[in-house]
């Protein structure tokens, strides 16, 4: 299956892994729980966009997922993620990799949201949850976050795609993100960056972990750095396990500041998966922890919907 960034108008639910990998990543995660990372960036930023080749989609440059498949082999996939989801030809191995190799269609639709209904992220502090290629996170800090954190399940997705995006994109000169007509123009070839651009006082607000989210919210609340509670939290079909639902509702809750709030964005239903947006929504209220309103619907392919999350 194609791993290039996912036409927005099309149908796409993730696939999951094949019977034989779900079992053996089911005994795997009843022994452990993935734990959390905090991810230092170098000090040499060249070094992170070695070898990366670069594409452009809204004005965002990230990195060429297929070129990272092909190299990422040995020591830079210390998870074996690369391999396994190539080899069994899916988006999804539960409890080993969590789809972060590839950009799902539900970023561009936040993207959107954010740029149409003027969502306001100046001196805001944010966490993309979830982030993969860390498009949205990356969006924040154009649009003046004081401080935002990724975190993906997976450490290669952090070193390989996460942190290589936000270099790239966060550069000196604090490029605007494009509007919503830029995904109908034709993309700039790919390019490969000779030069880091990106600036240190923005990389200064950011920071990256990895891991399963119960553990990293136990990493960003007593940690030698603990972090004040987020202002907005961004996260992007996260929602496609009911299995995984009562952890990230515990983390939300646990990270969320008093009056901030969360945007989710998900398809209305995830063939195979069993997740979905109403599912969640019912799940929050037998919760009676937060309350939620669905302000976009996008009803182009699979039906989309943006949630908006905040605390009754």
């Known amino acids: 299956k194609s791993r290039e960034p996912a036409d927005p108008a099309a149908d796409s639910s993730p696939r999951p892994a094949p ?3 779900r079992d053996e990543a089911a005994s795997k995660k009843n022994l452990c729980v993935k734990a959390a990372k905090e991810h230092n960036i170098p000090e040499e930023l060249n070094k992170v966009l070695e070898n990366k080749v670069m594409e452009t989609v809204l004005d965002l440059s990230y990195v060429k997922l297929s070129v990272v498949e092909m190299t990422c082999l040995g020591d830079a996939d210390s998870e074996g993620i690369v391999s396994k989801s190539v080899s069994s030809h899916s988006d999804l191995i ?6 972060g190799l590839k950009i799902w269609e539900c970023t561009f639709d936040l993207m959107d949201y954010f740029s149409k209904a003027e969502i306001e992220f100046t001196n805001k502090t944010v966490l993309d949850l979830g982030c993969g290629a860390g498009l949205l996170g990356i969006v924040a800090l154009r649009g003046g976050a004081a401080r935002v954190h990724f975190q993906d399940y997976n450490s290669t997705v952090i070193d390989e795609i996460t942190l290589p995006n936000v270099v790239a994109n966060c550069s000196s000169e604090g490029r605007r993100m494009g509007s919503g007509k830029a995904r109908k123009a034709s993309k700039p070839p790919s ?23 119960s553990q ?12 004040s509670k987020y202002d ?3 996260t ?51 919760k009676n922890v937060f309350r939620t309103s669905v302000v976009k619907t996008i009803d182009q392919g699979l039906q989309r919907c943006i949630m908006k999350i905040t605390f009754k």
């Open 19 to 21: 019977a034989e990998h």
């Open 94 to 99: 539960p409890g080993v990799y969590e789809g």
């Open 191 to 213: 390019k490969r960056l000779r030069k880091a651009e990106g600036s240190p006082d923005v990389l200064n607000r950011c920071r990256f972990f990895s891991g399963e989210w």
């Open 216 to 227: 990293v919210s136990q990493l960003l609340l007593n940690s030698n750095k603990p972090c």
């Open 232 to 234: 907005i939290i961004l």
């Open 236 to 286: 992007s079909e996260t929602i496609y396990n009911p299995d995984y639902y009562s952890a990230l509702h515990d983390t939300l809750a646990q990270l969320l500041d008093r009056n901030g709030c969360v945007y989710l964005a998900s398809k209305v239903h995830y063939f195979g998966v069993g997740g979905g947006i109403y599912l969640f929504e019912k799940f929050i209220e037998e």
